[in-house]
């Protein structure tokens, strides 16, 4: 997980199966290295192996508020998160982005085009819409609860966000009871 903010994902840290939560500069760089060197390995694996899609453990890398991070170091950072976005599928490598500001100057187009499926939540104009969505409608959304999904597939559907915290606090709860990071889950490490 990796919050610049260092505010959102705090809640996080002692759920078995997260094993980073990194919220500096250097040590998000550092960890998106790691990410690449993982999947490059495991593209090694593949291509001696003669497979297609790796067979193993998946890595998710969620970032809350890419934004923040362009500002503070977008020439290190785009290549990083534009090489996972590429060619991290095949590798059980997800990423997952988010963003308050979807404007074209903080988050550049070559990044935008790697991710196959994009949610867009109210923006505050048909520009911000089309940057993530390729199309103009999501400034049109409700406040709360309302998205538009532009699948993979280049088809676009309309949807609910469910925002349950009773729920997920009962969930973060079961985790919780499961073990911690140090013997459970995490089988090895990135480094």
């Keep these: 997980l990796i919050d610049p903010k260092r505010v959102t994902f705090t809640k996080f840290r002692h ?14 760089l550092q960890l998106l290295r790691d990410i690449v060197a993982t999947m ?8 001696n192996a003669g497979l297609n899609q790796y ?6 890398v969620i970032i809350d508020e890419i934004a923040d991070l362009m500002v503070v170091c977008k020439k290190e950072i785009t290549p990083l ?13 997800h990423l997952i982005v988010a963003t308050q500001c979807p404007n074209r100057k903080i988050i550049p187009a070559e990044l935008t085009v790697n991710f196959g499926g994009r949610v867009a939540l109210r923006c505050l ?3 911000e819409s089309r940057q993530l969505i390729n199309r103009k409608g999501a400034e049109t959304l409700p406040q709360y609860w309302r998205c538009i999904y ?6 676009y559907y309309a949807g609910n966000i469910p925002y349950m915290p009773g729920e997920i606090q009962n969930i973060m709860d079961f985790w919780l009871k499961q073990g911690n990071n140090d013997d459970y889950f995490i089988s090895h490490s990135l480094k």
């Design 150 to 155: 532009l699948h993979c597939d280049g088809l």
């Design 40 to 47: 490059e390995t495991r593209y090694t694996n593949l291509s």
């Design 55 to 60: 067979n193993g453990e998946h890595i998710f």
């Design 125 to 127: 104009n048909a520009i």
């Design 81 to 93: 998160i534009q090489r996972i976005a590429q060619l991290g599928r095949a590798g059980n490598i």
């Design 15 to 28: 759920v078995p199966f997260v094993e980073q939560i990194e919220t500096e500069t250097g040590a998000i």
